[in-house]
């Protein structure tokens, strides 16, 4: 019965193939389209995941495809001397080829297929190729990331049918580069102290900042600029704002970063939280902007909704999807766009004071924060009076209203 059911996923990006793998071990027989030839090509991505989804991940994805251990942060901003936040084994930095690869194993791929048709006839989707190559479904997943197609099927379909236009539906879209350098000196290193130096200066701290990210703020873009080691020879440097190119440049220059530019990585991050289902019909990861809005992650949300997602097929039940992984990560979404767009309202003043609130809280952070989950550490501030006091004394009018997205 459940191979006879017709699943067609749009898309092979690490969600859509875990969707399908999850579907595959419960009886049925997926297929998934994808535009690309190769599987994890090209790069959008840091590789930067929790060590706790990792772990999840662990059936399909490989050690091959770990590259470093994160044990912590340096935060470095305009405005407040550099802290630490030390958190062993909090992270770890992936080779998404490889990832990408690991979870498609085994899986019916059609590669080099780009849909660019879809219609619903006779209680079936009928899609269409660029290649000419027709597929029908009983149940269509869109899983075809940040531009997605389905995505604008479903979401037409769902204007229409609340009549209103889709325009209501509000997506905020990010800019991200990233630069893969191979070091001029193999010996430069990273000090806390965030500029470069030679490994030997280092010699008798017994410092490894080979694992560690550092992190910049100013007041100038909406997200932060990173450096993640993948070891002693090469960094992975990025940020996310219009003008990543001149950000960049300026940085490396700034910091005396020199070396050979080996890859360059480029993606868009979509932001806000819509309607993720219809009619025999869902979308999921990035397609369903399923983002961490505080630092453009999308794996964690995606790879577990894929799990929801498949659960509820199992259970004949696509229709609960949209309020199952609202349940689970949905307050986290909004209250991660509403953090965002107060961070982007601050002036530098004021974005110095909530850095000054960090780096004195740098402590509570380290034994507080998840990594998956932003706004946990916010609830748990709301608990401690002096901390409370100190954000309401700053951000009174702010605090009001990231409460009420708790109770809302
Ligand atoms: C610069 C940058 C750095 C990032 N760093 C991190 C990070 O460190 N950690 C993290 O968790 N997240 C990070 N992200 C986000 C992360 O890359 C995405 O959330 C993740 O790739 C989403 O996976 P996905 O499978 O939903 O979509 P994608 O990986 O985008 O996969 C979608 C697939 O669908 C295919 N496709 C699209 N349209 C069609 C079509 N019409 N027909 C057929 N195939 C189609 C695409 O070719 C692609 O293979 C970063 C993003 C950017 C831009």
Known sequence: MKSIMKIVIVGAGPVGCYTAQLLKKMGYQPIVLEEH???????????????????LMRPFVSEEAVINKINGFNINSAWVESFSINIPGIAVMVNREKFD????????????????????????????TVKGRKFEADILIGADGVNSMVRKYLLEKYAQQKGHKNQNI??????????????????????????????SAMANTNANT??????????????????????????????IAEEGKKVLTDFLREKGIEGKIEEVVTGKIP????????????LVGDAACQIKPLTGGGLFYGLQSARLLADCIAEGH????????????????KFGIKARKIYESLDEQKRGELFQLFKKNAHFIEQMVDYDHHSLLFREAFRRPQLLMDAGKLFRFYLEDLVKEFFA
């Open 170 to 199: 509000k997506l905020d879209y990010y800019f991200g580069l990233q630069y893969q350098i191979r070091l001029t000196n193999s010996e430069q290193v990273m000090t806390n102290t965030n500029t470069m130096t030679n490994i």
């Open 318 to 333: 696509l229709e609960q999807y949209d309020n199952n992984w609202k349940k689970m990560f949905g307050q986290e979404i």
């Open 271 to 282: 932001v806000g939280f819509i309607p993720t289902y219809g009619k025999q019909i869902a």
């Open 101 to 128: 690869a690991n979870l498609g194993a085994g899986l019916e791929i059609y590669l080099g297929q780009r849909v660019s048709s879809i219609k619903r006839e006779n209680g079936f989707y009928l899609l269409e």
């Open 37 to 55: 030839l190769t599987l994890g090509k090209p790069v959008e991505c840091a590789g930067i995941i929790s060590s706790k989804l990792l772990d």
């Open 210 to 239: 080979n694992d560690i990210i550092q992190v910049y703020f100013n007041g100038t873009i909406p997200f932060f600029i990173w450096i993640a080691p993948e070891n002693h020879q090469k960094l992975r440097v990025g940020v």
